[in-house]
């Protein structure tokens, strides 16, 4: 389904409509012919849709007034759109974005809407990588956050190797790893083997792109996201 965004006429325009698809790159709007991707069907993408079945059957099996409580919960958050904007949640989203950020930590569903929204915040996220003749040997993260540790999750996104010139993955990035919970407010994590696991090894000269955001264990809440990419310097 498309967004669009109104000025005197038409002023942003985002997502599928029919056969195009709208979007923004640096130089400006665009639009081109939606292209269907053939379904891999893959043990990741098995899981996701098996978690959204897990949460929209959970909410189904909530009382009324179970319902009400995450419909009246609702305004009190929101989330930001593709144009920037804030837009608020529905009852019915506000319960399936936090469950779906508890299950990707390994955490039980919740039926009671938070009512504590403190979340800790990034403050730094860097990577850094170690490659020798025949490939990657390290792959460290160093993470730092504001609040308490040990009540949080850190969840990683990443990308299979790209192009050094690319800069824009977000549709591309997938969950590799989580660390559940923190030991501490600054953590530096060898993720090598669990990148590997997701996306296979990358070679030299490719651009590896790697995001964060921290859970908080207890009500599912998110924080903002950060996000850093390096490009795979060929050791010769």
């Not at 390994?106 to 800790?120: C, H, M, Q, R, W």
């Amino acid at each position: 389904m498309a967004i669009i965004k109104m000025g005197q006429f038409v002023a942003e325009a985002r997502n599928k409509l029919g056969g195009l698809v709208f979007s923004r790159n640096t130089y400006g709007a665009y639009v081109r012919t939606k292209i269907s991707p053939i379904n891999p069907s893959s043990t990741p993408q098995s899981l996701v849709r098996a978690r959204l079945a897990q949460v929209s059957q959970a909410w189904r099996g909530l009382t009324d007034a179970q319902r009400s409580a995450w419909i009246q919960a609702a305004p009190n958050f929101s989330r930001i759109n593709v144009f920037g904007d804030s837009v608020p949640l529905t009852g019915f989203n506000l319960h399936e974005k936090i469950n779906l950020n508890l299950l990707n930590i390994g955490e039980s569903l919740i039926t009671v809407p938070p009512s504590d929204t403190n979340v800790a915040g990034l403050t730094q996220f860097e990577l850094s990588l170690t490659y020798v003749e025949g490939g990657l040997t390290e792959m460290n993260l160093k993470t730092e956050h504001t609040g308490g540790a040990a009540d949080h999750a850190l969840v990683l996104f990443g990308t299979p190797g790209q192009s050094p010139g690319k800069s824009f993955v977000g549709p591309e990035l997938r969950q590799f790893h989580k660390i559940s919970p923190l030991s501490n407010a600054e953590t530096t994590t060898d993720v090598l083997t669990q990148y590997n696991a997701r996306f296979g090894a990358p070679t030299a000269d490719q651009r590896v792109f790697v995001r964060a955001r921290l859970i908080k264990i207890a009500s599912g809440l998110p924080s903002g996201r950060m996000q850093d990419s390096i490009i795979i310097a060929d050791a010769a």
